[in-house]
């Protein structure tokens, strides 16, 4: 309900901003071509939406594997999309040597869930199985379609900011022209606060994930211990080509790559024996322990798709 009652709030919020907008420049300059920037803001959308799975495929040059290439993570995939009425997807490997996973699709049958060669070798079978439940509860979710839908506000704001500014909108409109920087100015604000919205919502979404994993049958410290590991994995890559590569796909994956140098310290304080991992016992122990994060680490968060990995394994606890 918490999850569910924050998503609520945050999609009312992003239409109720749209409406603003919307009925303001109607009332100010004239409906016409906002409602044409809206529909064009859309179609754009809905594009990306369309021939985003080919180019998250060509990116990370996923190849898409048979159950007799690899019986052990189909029987996992199926087991799990059948606890939680999916269709089943199809699986694929990237051979990239950094960790990690992620979920495409435009439709729960259109689902695809794929892993790195490097996260293969560095989970045991329970930490797959809840990395994998992650990724097919962004598919029941419908995760790709939510944030794509909830993208196309900023980009309209953000046209309609760049149209009132220098486009000249309106400009024949002696009565409009006074308020055609304004506008512009406000449209340009408005692009900002919905664009931190939807990095809010993806972060919410990641939430929504990682419980629904747990759903599924999967352990809480098992994904925990997945998160930790993938962050130590990935701190590895900083700085290396391989990084670089993946920029773009960040939002796709089950964590931020990037961050990953800094919140491997932070995490490392819960791995009690230092065994690379984290126990049932080490994730309770963090149950009664409060998160403090940095300012800069705060900040940081604000402007990333995910939240703080040391966040997300301190709510891990709470399913315990």
Known sequence: MWLQTRMYLLIIAMFAILYGVIVGIGTLMGVGSAVTYIILAFVVVG?????????????????????????ELYRIVTGLSQKAGLP?????ISEMAMPNAFAFGRTQRDGRVCVTRGL??????????AVLGHELAHIKHR????????????????????????????????EGGSY???????????????????????????????????????????LASALYKLV????????????????????????????????????AHID??????????????????????????????????HPNTLKRIQILSSYT
Do not use: C
């Open 47 to 71: 594009v990306q939406y369309l021939i985003s799975p080919a180019l998250v495929s060509w990116t990370m040059r996923i190849r898409w594997v048979k159950a007799s290439e690899e019986p």
């Open 88 to 92: 089943m997807p199809k699986i694929g």
């Open 120 to 129: 293969l070798s560095i989970l045991n079978r329970d930490e797959l199985s």
């Open 143 to 174: 995760d790709m379609a939510f944030i794509t839908l909830l993208s196309a506000i900023p980009m309209l704001l953000y046209w309609l900011a760049w149209q009132f500014m220098w486009g000249g909108m309106f400009r024949n409109n002696r």
């Open 180 to 222: 055609t920087v304004l506008i512009g100015l406000a449209a340009m604000l408005l692009y900002f606060i919905t664009n931190l919205l939807v990095l809010y919502g993806s972060r919410i979404r990641e939430y929504y994930a990682d419980k629904g994993s747990v759903k599924m049958g999967n352990q809480p410290h098992h």
């Open 232 to 267: 130590a994995g990935d701190a590895r890559f900083k700085g290396r080509p391989e990084m670089k590569r993946v920029e773009g796909m960040k939002a796709f994956f089950l964590n931020n790559p990037s961050h990953a140098w800094n919140e491997v310290r932070e995490i």
């Open 272 to 305: 009690d024996n230092r065994d690379g991992r984290i126990s049932q016992d080490e994730l309770m122990s963090l149950r009664q322990k409060k998160v403090k994060l940095g300012f800069g680490d705060k900040m940081m968060e604000i402007f990333t798709t």
